[in-house]
């Protein structure tokens, strides 16, 4: 018979692309089951982890009303962690200027968060693990408050306390190749205070290069059109503001009159800006090669393998490996867990860590003239007025400038 606790078992709710749970099985977790609605994150996860169970009803807050630890092939409170990235879109910094700005939990989209807790009260795991975006636990999206109110009452129901830490890290501080800025809440129970691992790559981060240097370029890169043709006018690791009065180019635009991620490009020397899930046809970060990133050196910024497939078509795989949580972040804080909680000792480096490229980064290439067709844009562009007062606010996409 097998040993109830030769393993440390992880149900991951809001499972995506695996990203989150691919990090935390590196760190010594077994997925006994994954919940995730979404037709193309199920086909990726079932062409990686076969052995992932998937489980049915597929939304969370059907199956929360009828799941149960024996479903699991476990006892209520035996499950060592459950972890999950609730839908971020409703806590983002971009959902502010939509015309739902700023509901939070208010949001049909953060409804799930609901069966997420229901699961918490059914198997009172001995941590909870979640991931989101920095509006989720600050300003004036959080739902830290509501997060604490129902930790409060699962403890009164239970008999157990658990014990709330949360903190925002940027991956690129742990290795991974991007700045991506999240919101991480642990809730241990009968425990102290969390204690945090230490970030390894403050100074000497992974860069870019490091990144895409062994990638293979894609083999039919689509033809610049529209404003991507000013890609190779701007230099690395710039964007659109270069053709603004405040920038070293020609003035072309207004100051912050586009989004910030307007003709993004990657530097080679420093980590890649964040993934987006939802980039438009001019948003960044775009490759120093002037021309939009391939699936494979979006995984490799986020820190997945290289041998890791997404399934669908392009939108829905490039909307799969942006909503990811970088799997190096997630072996990090996955061994913090295990080392504090379970007594697990590790003594090698991250498995899913990204080394620092032999050869060095070429130097960029030099800037072409504007093409003659736009010098027509030429002239004194008025600068946005503003947060609040332009005909509609413009801020950065996404959860992070880096």
């Known amino acids: 018979m ?82 999950g990235g609730p839908p971020c879109q409703s806590f983002s910094k971009a959902a502010q200027w939509s015309p739902n700005g700023r509901l939070g939990l208010r949001d049909q989209r953060a409804s799930c968060l609901a069966g997420f807790f229901r699961l918490i009260d059914a198997f009172l795991p001995k941590v909870v693990l979640m991931e989101n975006v920095p509006g989720f636990v600050s300003g004036s999206t959080t739902c830290l408050s509501r997060i604490e109110r129902r930790f409060q009452a699962i403890n009164r129901r239970s008999g157990f306390r658990y014990h709330l830490d949360w903190r925002i890290l940027d991956a690129a501080d742990y290795g991974v190749p991007q700045h991506r800025r999240r919101a991480i809440v642990v809730a241990a129970r009968d425990a102290g205070p969390f204690i945090w691992p230490v970030p390894t790559h403050t100074v000497n981060r992974v860069s870019a290069w490091d990144a895409l240097c062994s990638t293979p370029p894609p083999a039919n890169p689509r033809t610049a059109t529209g404003w991507l043709r000013l890609l190779p006018t701007i230099p690395e690791g710039h964007n659109y503001i270069w053709h603004t009065r405040r920038g070293g180019g020609k003035p072309l635009f207004g100051y912050r009159t586009r989004y910030w991620t307007f003709l993004l490009k990657l530097a080679k020397n420093r980590p890649s800006w964040t993934i987006s899930a939802q980039p438009g046809p001019f948003a960044g970060p775009f490759h120093w090669d002037n021309r939009p990133l391939s699936i494979e050196e979006r995984l490799r910024l986020q820190s997945l393998p290289p041998s890791w497939r997404v399934v669908g078509s392009e939108r829905e795989r490039i909307r799969q490996v942006g909503n990811a949580t970088p799997p190096l972040l997630a072996e990090a804080i996955g061994r913090a867990i295990a080392r504090q909680h379970f007594g697990r000792q590790y003594c090698s480096p991250l498995h899913l860590c990204i080394p620092i490229a032999k050869q060095g980064a070429p130097k960029p290439a030099f800037l072409t003239p504007i093409p003659r067709d736009l010098l027509g844009r030429l002239g004194d562009h008025a600068d946005h007025p503003g947060a609040g007062r332009g005909p509609r606010p413009i801020t950065p996409l996404g959860d992070s400038r880096g």
Do not use: M, Y
Not at 5 to 22: E, K, N, P
Not at 37 to 64: C, F, G, M, Y
């Open 2 to 83: 097998r040993n109830r606790h030769s393993h440390l078992t992880l149900l991951s709710v809001f499972s995506g692309a695996g990203g989150l749970d691919l990090g935390l099985e590196h760190a010594g977790f077994r997925v006994i089951g994954c919940i995730e609605k979404d037709p193309a994150a199920r086909a990726t996860l079932q062409a990686n982890r076969p052995s992932w169970p998937i489980l049915e009803p597929s939304e969370v807050n059907r199956l929360s009303r009828q799941l149960a630890p024996e479903d699991v092939d476990l006892r209520r409170g035996e499950l060592s962690l459950l972890a």
